[in-house]
Structure formats: structure tokens, C-alpha cells
């Protein structure tokens, strides 16, 4: 894989000899590494700890817990909440805060076919 990326090795030889890879790929995967990490620390931090929440493909769409990415699209065409097709970002629970789940909503397929 890291040849299909990068055409050689290099930046497995510069890791192996505890050197830091100078490329835009290498900076932005130590940024969500530690970024991941961070946020890691924070949910345990709390007493009692913050729990995570996925959102499942096909499920309504809530706003109690869940943000739409796509603004506009929380009804289908019958006024009724659309589904989620994909979860972009996970939701936390903190006590009793909620911090919302940011989510993809798929088409109906009744609004596809009056776009076709």
C-alpha cells in the first residue's frame, strides 16, 4: 500500500530511523492521531466517563441526537424524518448533555425518481 501511495519506502526507512517524514500525508495523520488521542483523554476524564454513540445506516433522523451535514434534507417528501444513509461523526453523552452526531441523510428514493 505504501508504494501505491508514495512510488518507494521512504517514509518507512525515515520512521525506522526515528526521523519524522517532512510530507503534507505524515503532519496530517500525527494531526488525527493526536487529535483522537486528545479526545480520548477528555471522555475519561469525566466521572462517570462520556460514552460514544454510532448512528446506524436507515435510521430516522432525530435532532434530539443527530445533525444533518446536508442542510434541508431532516424531511423526506412526505414530511416524515429522512434516514441516515452514513454517520460522519460519532455522538458523545456526557451525563445528560448530548453531543450530537453529525450524519449524511439519503434520498428517498421517491425524490430520486422525481429528479430523474
Given at each position: 500500500?505504501?508504494?501505491s501511495f508514495?512510488?518507494n519506502f521512504e517514509?518507512?526507512?525515515q520512521?525506522t530511523?526515528g526521523?519524522?517524514p517532512?510530507?503534507?500525508?505524515?503532519?496530517?495523520?500525527?494531526?488525527?492521531?493526536?487529535?483522537v488521542?486528545?479526545?480520548?483523554r477528555?471522555a475519561f476524564?469525566?466521572s462517570?466517563t462520556a460514552s460514544i454513540?454510532?448512528?446506524?445506516r436507515?435510521?430516522?433522523?432525530?435532532?434530539?441526537c443527530?445533525?444533518?451535514?446536508?442542510?434541508?434534507?431532516e424531511?423526506d417528501e412526505?414530511?416524515?424524518?429522512?434516514?441516515v444513509?452514513?454517520?460522519?461523526?460519532p455522538?458523545?453523552r456526557?451525563?445528560?448533555?448530548?453531543i450530537k452526531?453529525?450524519?449524511y441523510?439519503e434520498?428517498?428514493?421517491?425524490?430520486?425518481d422525481?429528479?430523474?
Amino acid at each position: 500500500m505504501e508504494t501505491s501511495f508514495f512510488g518507494n519506502f521512504e517514509h518507512r526507512n525515515q520512521i525506522t530511523e526515528g526521523k519524522h517524514p517532512n510530507s503534507q500525508f505524515y503532519q496530517s495523520f500525527l494531526r488525527l492521531a493526536k487529535t483522537v488521542w486528545l479526545v480520548h483523554r477528555l471522555a475519561f476524564a469525566f466521572s462517570p466517563t462520556a460514552s460514544i454513540f454510532q448512528v446506524r445506516r436507515g435510521t430516522r433522523f432525530s435532532s434530539a441526537c443527530m445533525e444533518s451535514v446536508v442542510l434541508g434534507m431532516e424531511l423526506d417528501e412526505n414530511h416524515l424524518p429522512a434516514k441516515v444513509g452514513f454517520s460522519v461523526m460519532p455522538g458523545f453523552r456526557v451525563n445528560a448533555v448530548v453531543i450530537k452526531s453529525q450524519v449524511y441523510l439519503e434520498a428517498s428514493e421517491a425524490s430520486m425518481d422525481l429528479a430523474v
